[in-house]
């Protein structure tokens, strides 16, 4: 901000600020949600149908026994293994960061939306300071997401696909 921005103007920069990163934030969120709710599907899914194969093989007395017997009890353990981790709770995790910060967008939307060049500048600068402390209580409790998917939230943005 230069030093000929007046107040208004820095409001409004601040409330805009706000808004773009909880838009790219909420969407990085969104994307890391999906990622992990398909990911742990898939590690309880495929070693589950992999166990099961395996224990069909054993009951219809295809192949070495022992081997299947093996095969199954190794998958069962990866299944069981990812369901107890709980990939579904971080996707719970992400996807409950993606709708604090769409929500937070939204209020921010809202400010933007109502502010005139005659508002009262001292009302605009106190809810324009919660607005931006709520955004660092949200971002102190986030579940960190890996960079990729605020990549993909960039690239989604830039195509229109996200908004």
């Not at 990622?35 to 166990?51: D, K, N, Q, Y």
């Not at 960061?97 to 502010?115: F, G, N, P, Q």
């Not at 997401?145 to 943005?157: G, L, P």
Request: aromatic share 8%; charged share 20%; net charge neutral.
């Amino acid at each position: 901000m230069s030093t000929s921005d007046t107040p208004f103007e820095n409001i409004t920069t601040e409330l805009t600020r706000i808004r773009r990163n909880c838009l790219y934030t909420a969407q990085g969120y969104f994307e890391a949600a999906k990622s992990a709710e398909r990911w742990g599907r898939l590690m309880v899914f495929i070693p589950a149908c992999m166990t099961a194969a395996c224990s069909l093989l054993v009951a219809i007395k295809v192949g070495p026994e022992v081997f299947f017997s093996g095969l199954g009890a190794v998958f069962g353990a990866i299944a069981a293994t990812a369901a107890f981790l709980g990939s579904p709770k971080t996707a719970a995790d992400h996807l409950a960061s993606a709708r604090a910060y769409t929500a937070l967008k939204h209020r921010a939307d809202t400010e933007i939306s109502l502010m005139t060049e005659t508002s009262d500048l001292a009302v605009l600068e106190t809810r324009t300071r919660e607005l931006s402390a709520d955004y660092v209580r949200i971002t102190s409790t986030d579940t960190p997401m890996a960079n990729k998917f605020y990549e993909r939230a960039q690239q989604r943005i830039q195509q229109g696909a996200a908004e």
